[in-house]
């Protein structure tokens, strides 16, 4: 009976535990779920929040003069609404931005996953993402009060104090490490076989770097192109304090006014809800978030179409 009774106490202990870890399970996955799905209904209700305020925009504005209309004056009584001016403005900023971190982000992947040892790769890489924890509100500062009087008195004499260039050239340094790491993770990635194979045919190590391991990590490198570029097209704090807010057509050297700034602009100012005025910073904000899904779409389709796999 001894015997009996402890099976049966051990038994019971047994199913408790088993009801107690499945219920824990339970609570997880339902937690875990609820994340989820949070997650994505607030992205819907961000869509719905823009489509929304928009087509109020678009009931007051013509579609046709917002895409076509080469001036962007929204605060005036009798103003003009061509987004194509912010668009420019974004655009010109988000190349000079691209033009510094595309290739220096590169070659610092390569040379971390191919040339510096493992000793100097543990703090070396850190120490280049610390880049990406600094405050873009101090890069713009940078911009404007470090980055523009060096330009002006070494190069660009007649650089204007708000421009384009500034805002661009230090845009870039802060998208480099999104661009170095998101490549070196996919370079190192790469089978060491291929590296060895491409050794024992008497290839060099520039060689294997340039001609097996890049090729082989293209569509990691390409996604790591397009979300730093998605990331200096949403840019706001930089291009809002040394690009300037004077929309016009203008030159590297000259102020430009891109959709971000613009936004910042309307929404710390004193502009009352519902005006005109108030709707052009969702219309401005769906454009801005039309561009940035088609840069994530290609993205995803090329690292789909081109990704390498191996067993």
């Not at 929304?52 to 007051?60: G, M, N, Y």
């Not at 590169?106 to 880049?131: C, D, H, Q």
């Not at 998101?182 to 990635?189: G, K, N, Q, T």
């Not at 291929?194 to 008497?202: D, K, Q």
Request: proline fraction near 3%; include cysteine.
């Amino acid at each position: 009976m001894t015997v009996e009774a402890k099976r049966g106490a051990r038994s019971g202990e047994w199913r408790q535990e088993s009801r107690t870890r499945h219920f824990r399970e339970r609570a997880i996955k339902v937690v875990l779920t609820g994340c989820a799905y949070a997650s994505v209904l607030t992205t819907f209700g961000i869509v719905f929040v823009l489509i929304f305020e928009t087509i109020d925009f678009f009931r007051q504005v013509s579609i046709v003069e917002f895409l076509t209309a080469t001036r962007w004056s929204a605060s005036f009584a009798n103003g003009d609404f061509g987004v194509m001016v912010l668009v420019y403005g974004t655009l010109l900023t988000t190349l000079i931005a691209i033009s510094v971190a595309l290739p220096v982000g590169l070659l610092a992947a390569i040379f971390l996953s191919e040339y510096a040892s493992m000793r100097l790769r543990r703090w070396l890489k850190p120490a280049l993402e610390v880049l990406a924890g600094v405050p873009t509100i101090v890069y713009g500062f940078f911009a404007l009060t470090f980055v523009t009087p060096f330009l002006q008195s070494t190069i660009f004499p007649n650089l204007q104090i708000f421009n384009a260039l500034s805002a661009g050239l230090v845009m870039g340094v802060m998208i480099i490490p999104t661009v170095a790491s998101v490549s070196e993770d996919s370079i190192y990635a790469v089978p060491r076989s291929l590296r060895e194979g491409a050794y024992a045919l008497g290839a060099t190590r520039r060689e294997v770097a340039t001609k097996i391991v890049v090729p082989a990590a293209l569509s990691g490198i390409v996604a790591s192109f397009i979300l730093g570029i998605s990331r200096a097209v949403g840019e706001t704090m930089i291009v809002a304090v040394a690009a300037g807010q004077l929309a016009q057509f203008g030159g590297p050297l000259e102020s430009v006014q891109t959709m971000t700034a613009y936004i910042v602009q309307v929404a710390s100012g004193d502009t009352a809800r519902g005006t005109l005025t108030y709707s052009t910073i969702f219309a401005v904000g769906t454009t801005l978030f039309l561009m940035t899904l088609i840069l994530n779409i290609i993205s995803y389709w090329f690292v789909r179409r081109f990704r390498e796999t191996y067993e």
